[in-house]
């Protein structure tokens, strides 16, 4: 621990802070051999209590800054120490040759001849800092005393908060947080920097309300969404983690608000359709959506579906100006849900009909597939009655969209489980359709949209049922180490087995699909 953080960083200095950072990770990998949560070992116990306690919150602070500076080693070779007339003598140049081969293998990623580093190891330091970290916050609490590497995390604050910590917190320090959010931006590519940024954002306020208060935002927001759009070739606990973060941002109003403000220019990685021009939130938007259709064709993952609805919800009654293709995309993915609710209905109808000719083959439960699609549907509905009665006069693309597909909507109407919600709904149709009617047949795109803005004036608001507000908040499970503890020691594997192992020589504990 020493080591790690009284030692400065220099080229001669690189490699043995990267060794003693990954010697800590190896003595607490006990992990890696057993399938169960381990509660405590020895490490737990010297890391925890004794001389290591001191030392708690300069270690976090220096693995941070570790992960923010993101140096890259010294080549190969390099030295600090002008060698002497004889060559430095044996023990110097045994030194430098093994310098010099570690290198290679971290720059080489451990493969052969293979020319480029891959990106998470641009920085062996930085890599195993971030690790490290995540680890030590990962670790459960002592009988006695709470996880001091945890509450070190939670509680720091930015380098230009003059405000004195409370004398409850004990292990907090400050940090500039100008730069970690730029390092934080900067690394999303990988599993790890999503594990970071979702625990600061979730357990240290401090961090969650600068970055809410940032005027960049798109910079943290576009790399989340590119890890969704690219969902194919994520791991399914990254896009959780990006879901999540997601969430937690949505549940403040001023961040539902400025997105909308925020206008992007170019999406190139979106390649659906060519957006030009569009807001955060209409992007937010479609690349939410498009997740919910993926999984409802590929993974069918009921939690995926509500972390992604909340996300909406939480932002609907804060809607603005939606892009034409953002409102298109929520009407087609109810038209999605409807057809799917369709075909489960008429499934379910066949199978009671041919249980009554035979009573030995077993029913398969479409009551339990019906109830779920039913719930998606009331939650869709809740969206966008969310979005009409709090800022219709903001959205007349949506309302364009409502008209155009607006036989979608018919067989809810009098559905027993969607009647409340769909009053306002069908009250926003009747109103704009009857306005259509009497602006003749055959009009533009541009006059519909016209009739529309007008009538959103007329329109009586206080024939508008008012429901309570949509707020989803995250809650972490009761017992987070379940996930996150194999989550973590995955990722520590999967980084080091390129650099030191052969993974056949190490038994790695399996990790359930749910």
Same mark, same amino acid.
């Given at each position: 621990?020493?080591?790690? *953080? ?14 003693? %950072? ?32 001191? !030392? ?37 140049? #045994? ?13 080489? &990623? ?23 970290? =995540? ?14 590497? $945890? ?7 930015? *380098? ?38 979702? *625990?600061?954002? /979730? ?6 309300? !600068? ?12 790399? %989340? ?12 606990? /990254? ?21 909308? @403000? ?22 937010? %938007?479609?690349?939410?959506? $498009?997740?919910?259709? !993926?999984?409802?064709?590929?993974? $069918? ?7 992604? =609805? ?43 009909? &041919?249980? =009554? ?17 039913? +719930? ?12 009409? *009665?709090?800022? #219709? ?6 309302? !364009? ?8 909507? +018919? ?34 795109? @541009? ?7 007008? &009538? ?7 024939? =508008?049922?008012?429901?309570?507000? #949509? ?5 972490? +499970? ?19 087995? &390129? ?16």
């Amino acid at each position: 621990m020493q080591l790690i *953080t009284d030692i400065p960083l220099l080229d001669i200095t690189y490699e043995i802070s990267v060794e003693a %950072i990954s010697t800590m990770v190896v003595f607490l990998s006990c992990q890696l051999f057993h399938k169960e949560i381990l509660r405590q070992s020895i490490s737990h116990k010297y890391l925890m209590q004794g001389p290591c306690l001191p !030392y708690t919150s300069k270690l976090v602070k220096t693995l941070l800054y570790n992960f923010i500076r993101q140096e890259k080693p010294p080549p190969p070779g390099a030295h600090i120490y002008p060698q002497q007339s004889d060559g430095g003598g044996l023990l110097y140049g #045994l030194a430098s040759g093994v310098a010099t081969g570690l290198w290679t293998v971290f720059t080489l &990623g451990g493969v052969g001849s293979k020319a480029a580093a891959s990106p998470e190891l641009s920085s062996p330091l930085a890599n195993q800092s971030l690790l490290l970290l =995540l680890v030590l916050a990962n670790l459960t609490d002592a009988p006695d005393a709470p996880n001091p590497y $945890r509450q070190a995390i939670m509680s720091f604050k930015n *380098t230009q908060d003059s405000s004195p910590f409370p004398s409850s917190i004990p292990h907090a320090f400050q940090i500039n947080f100008n730069s970690l959010y730029t390092a934080l931006c900067e690394q999303q590519t990988s599993d790890q920097a999503t594990l970071l940024l979702y *625990t600061l954002l /979730h357990q240290n306020s401090n961090v969650r309300t !600068y970055m809410l208060a940032r005027t960049d935002m798109e910079n943290l927001v576009l790399p %989340i969404l590119e890890i969704l759009y690219h969902v194919e070739e994520r791991n399914s606990h /990254h896009v959780y983690m990006a879901l999540i973060i997601l969430l937690i941002l949505t549940e403040d109003d001023g961040f539902n608000r400025s997105i909308h @403000e925020v206008i992007l220019k170019n999406i190139t990685w979106y390649s659906e359709r060519v957006l030009t021009e569009i807001s955060l939130g209409s992007l937010l %938007i479609l690349v939410v959506i $498009r997740t919910i259709q !993926y999984n409802m064709t590929r993974t $069918r993952d009921k939690y995926l579906h509500t972390n992604c =609805l909340a996300a909406l919800a939480n932002m609907s009654a804060q809607f603005r100006s939606l892009h034409q293709y953002a409102a298109q995309r929520i009407i087609s993915l109810f038209s999605l849900l409807s057809k799917k609710h369709n075909k489960v209905l008429e499934q379910a109808t066949q199978s009671l009909r &041919g249980s =009554l000719s035979s009573d030995d083959v077993p029913l398969p439960d479409y009551a339990q597939d019906l109830n779920v699609i039913e +719930e998606v549907i009331r939650m869709m509905l809740e969206i966008i009655n969310s979005c009409l *009665t709090n800022s #219709l006069h903001h959205n007349p693309n949506l309302v !364009y969209a409502l008209l155009y597909k607006r036989d979608l909507f +018919e067989q809810f109407r009098t559905h027993p489980s969607f009647q409340d919600i769909m009053q306002n709904i069908d009250l926003v149709i009747t109103f704009f359709s009857s306005r259509l009617l009497q602006a003749g047949a055959e009009l533009s795109v @541009e006059r519909v949209l016209e009739i529309i803005k007008q &009538g959103v004036v007329a329109l009586p608001k206080d024939r =508008l049922k008012k429901f309570p507000e #949509l707020k989803f908040k995250y809650v972490e +499970e009761e017992q987070p180490e379940e996930f996150f503890i194999p989550y973590v020691w995955s990722l520590v594997y999967n980084s080091a087995v &390129g650099l030191y192992w052969n993974p056949q020589d190490v038994q790695l504990f399996t990790m359930d699909s749910d």
